[in-house]
């Protein structure tokens, strides 16, 4: 039986069970996303505008505008317009009339955001064609339901229902976060909570799948990229037969394992094409910031500020930041580490077409004495079927290992 924690045992012990192949379906591969919704959102908060964009991006992609840019907004297509606007200024009310014109005739549904829900404002609301109101204030995860069953994206009922609930309030409680680790104020711990609670329900519910098509939907690479890698180290910790608590441990890193990515420059981050050897010394940072972010903060976790500090670690010491060895890389860290990197090449990016599941764990196998293999045979039960789980069939990928490495 394989021993979990080999640096400071504390947490089970990996069933003996889980190593042996089993005979479920395994993951369907999606290798198209669906159609993207469009959401066109008007806002006369420039922050609010920025972060409620983001939050939006779960159901696809999001347009924001700033009222001044009346002919942008005419122009613009979209099947769904959020308006937030200061309801109380004439001003804003005629401009608003102009900027909708186009939209109110195609008939998109408008919803309103009202900063005060008088019956004046919900009157002008309704005269500028709005099909629902919502008070400004609303909680993220209430207003993204809201616009999910406006699109007709989120279903009134059925298992698959739950578990869309769920991604969404992971990843609105994901916004809180990020937004948080961009400026410099404390992270939520309560939002972290709540997207680890749905997370593991999530993983609970069994459907991986249906996870991943929620991932694929979302329009912003780094909630997507945080939501998959969570996703599955959930997946892969409960497959593992992890307690209620270890779980929450390990879903909380995979949470939190990018959120130094919060600091590095957006124009770095998001560069669509490959890095230079000095953007990719500052991306490099990212594990130490995510860390010193975490420990001045207070409260975390042992084992969350490893993950942190360690996801890109390799066991061979060819990892960053710094370079250490398999000696001291505990198990969780070399999970989630595989989860990273599984994440990063099943992906879409700007440089690179997704690998299939199959292509995926063929990389991380080729990737040799970097990776626990023991675990990683046991990841091959979460991700592949059983037909092509066995490892013995696997034909490795040496040659992608280390773009492998640099997309994580
Ligand atoms: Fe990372
Ligand atoms: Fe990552």
């Known amino acids: 039986m394989p021993v979990f924690y080999r640096a400071g045992t504390r947490l089970a012990r990996i069933p003996a069970a889980v190593f042996t192949l089993h005979q479920s379906a395994g993951l369907r591969w999606?290798?198209?996303?669906?159609?993207?919704?469009?959401?066109?959102?008007?806002?006369?908060?420039?922050?609010?505008?920025?972060?409620?964009?983001?939050?939006?991006?779960?159901?696809?992609?999001?347009?924001?505008?700033?009222?001044?840019?009346?002919?942008?907004?005419?122009?613009?297509?979209?099947?769904?317009?959020?308006?937030?606007?200061?309801?109380?200024?004439?001003?804003?009310?005629?401009?608003?009339?102009?900027?909708?014109?186009?939209?109110?005739?195609?008939?998109?549904?408008?919803?309103?955001?009202?900063?005060?829900?008088?019956?004046?404002?919900?009157?002008?609301?309704?005269?500028?064609?709005?099909?629902?109101i919502l008070p400004a204030e609303t909680p993220p995860s209430a207003l993204l339901d809201k616009v999910g069953a406006m699109l007709g994206l989120l279903r009134d009922s059925g298992?698959?229902?739950?578990?869309?609930?769920?991604?969404?309030?992971?990843?609105?409680?994901?916004?809180?976060?990020?937004?948080?680790?961009?400026?410099?104020?404390?992270?939520p711990v309560q939002a972290i909570n709540d997207s680890v609670e749905a997370i593991n329900r999530a993983a609970d519910d069994g459907n991986l799948d249906t996870w991943l098509d929620m991932v694929w939907q979302h329009d912003d690479a780094t909630y997507q990229h945080c939501l998959l890698v969570s996703g599955l180290v959930a997946a892969f910790a409960r497959k593992l037969g992890f307690g209620e608590s270890d779980r929450q441990l390990m879903t909380t890193a995979a949470v939190l394992h990018d959120v130094g990515k919060a600091r590095i420059p957006l124009d770095i981050l998001r560069k669509p094409g490959r890095l230079t050897p000095a953007e990719r010394a500052v991306i490099c940072q990212h594990p130490q910031i995510g860390h010193d972010m975490l420990?001045?903060?207070?409260?975390?976790?042992?084992?969350?500020?490893?993950?942190?500090?360690?996801?890109?670690?390799?066991?061979?010491?060819?990892?960053?930041?710094?370079?250490?060895?398999?000696?001291?890389?505990?198990?969780?860290?070399?999970?989630?580490?595989?989860?990273?990197?599984?994440?990063?090449?099943?992906?879409?990016?700007?440089?690179?077409?997704?690998?299939?599941?199959?292509?995926?764990?063929?990389?991380?196998?080729?990737?040799?004495?970097?990776?626990?293999?023991?675990?990683?045979?046991?990841?091959?039960?979460?991700?592949?079927?059983?037909?092509?789980?066995?490892?013995?069939?696997?034909?490795?990928?040496?040659?992608?290992?280390a773009a492998a490495e640099d997309a994580a």
Not at 98 to 126: E, I, V, W, Y
Not at 317 to 342: E, Q
Not at 360 to 369: R, Y
């Open 30 to 132: 999606r290798s198209c996303r669906r159609p993207s919704a469009i959401v066109l959102l008007v806002s006369d908060r420039d922050q609010q505008r920025q972060s409620l964009q983001r939050a939006l991006s779960v159901w696809g992609a999001c347009r924001a505008f700033d009222l001044a840019e009346i002919e942008e907004i005419r122009k613009a297509a979209g099947r769904l317009l959020i308006v937030d606007l200061d309801l109380s200024r004439p001003a804003t009310i005629v401009s608003a009339s102009a900027a909708l014109a186009t939209h109110r005739q195609s008939g998109a549904p408008f919803l309103f955001l009202l900063r005060d829900m008088s019956p004046r404002s919900q009157m002008q609301a309704n005269a500028l064609g709005a099909q629902a």
């Open 295 to 401: 420990v001045a903060q207070g409260g975390f976790a042992p084992a969350v500020l490893a993950a942190v500090l360690s996801h890109h670690e390799m066991l061979d010491g060819s990892g960053y930041p710094h370079g250490i060895g398999a000696d001291r890389i505990p198990d969780p860290v070399r999970m989630i580490t595989i989860c990273d990197i599984y994440a990063a090449l099943i992906e879409r990016r700007s440089y690179k077409a997704p690998m299939s599941p199959e292509e995926a764990f063929a990389t991380l196998i080729g990737m040799g004495d970097k990776l626990d293999r023991d675990l990683l045979r046991a990841f091959g039960n979460v991700v592949l079927s059983s037909s092509v789980a066995r490892l013995g069939k696997m034909t490795a990928r040496p040659a992608a290992s």
């Open 159 to 187: 298992p698959e229902t739950v578990l869309q609930r769920r991604f969404v309030r992971a990843s609105a409680a994901f916004a809180g976060l990020l937004e948080a680790a961009g400026s410099d104020g404390p992270l």
